[in-house]
């Protein structure tokens, strides 16, 4: 990846971590959706994610 411009360091700098490098939260990382977070994010709310462990209510 090419260097990146001052606007768009200024757009990511939410994501930017100590080597300049945009890193997202452990949950964003796999994910292959649009809406992944910046790693620096205390709550992460995604509509796509649906935790393995969750019970179903209409399975109890």
């Known amino acids: 990846m090419g260097r ?3 606007k768009a360091k200024l757009e990511w ?3 930017l971590n ?3 490098r ?3 939260c ?7 959706e649009e809406c992944k977070q910046s ?3 205390a ?4 509509p796509n994610y649906h935790s393995k462990r969750a019970v ?3 399975g109890q």
């Open 22 to 24: 945009i890193t997202y």
């Open 18 to 20: 100590d080597r300049n």
């Open 56 to 58: 179903d209510k209409e």
């Open 26 to 32: 452990e949950k964003c990382r796999k994910c292959t």
């Open 4 to 6: 990146m411009s001052e």
């Open 39 to 41: 790693f620096r994010a």
């Open 13 to 15: 700098a939410f994501f």
């Open 43 to 46: 709550v992460v709310a995604c």
